[in-house]
């Protein structure tokens, strides 16, 4: 099944977990603690409501917007969009909306990606490397919560953290990169 399949059948649990997991995996770009979606995680594991979670995660991340940097600029979008309400039809949007934008920024950041579409599927010969894998992990997300409902999230965190230190190697080699080049321009 495609991911815009997986994302079109999926429930209020695997929408909110799919937008959460994306969501996370970007965490590298915002400088955020990587504890600090952990109580919104904790929420979909015991059912109960996510607002105050929310609202706390945003006002941790909100502080040191980045400006100019169109990734981050992804990463708080799809921070600030996050539905209060946890239903289906507050979250599909949401959660495809989140699919695109981390997409997106591992596009960005991925030197080997080119004009890729960012819906292609995860085999897809024309991907890059760091998108492919994001859409393997974005599928494999939503298929282990389509299959083992609550079960299913601890593994979806697991593949999530694995994603997140990926992503947060890519964000420090980047951060190097332009510093060796700044200090080469200074010379």
Known sequence: MSLVELIAQADERA?????????DRCLPLLGGDDEVLRPLW????DGSGWAGELTRARDL????????DEAALLVHRMLESAPAERTADA???????CSVASLG???LLDPAAGDDALRADAGDAGASPLVA???????????LLADHGAQGLRRALEVT???RRVLR??????ARNTAEAGARAGL
Not at 61 to 68: D, F, H, K, Q, S
Not at 133 to 143: C, D, G, K, S
């Open 133 to 143: 894998a994001e859409l393997r992990r974005q599928a494999m997300i939503l298929e």
């Open 42 to 45: 904790a929420s979909l594991a």
């Open 91 to 97: 979250l599909r949007p949401w959660a495809d909306a």
């Open 169 to 174: 190697a890519v964000v420090s080699r980047r």
């Open 61 to 68: 991340l909100g502080a040191g917007r980045p400006a100019g």
């Open 15 to 23: 929408l909110a977990a799919g937008g959460l997991a994306c969501l």
């Open 105 to 107: 920024v591992h596009r």
């Open 161 to 163: 953290v694995e994603g």
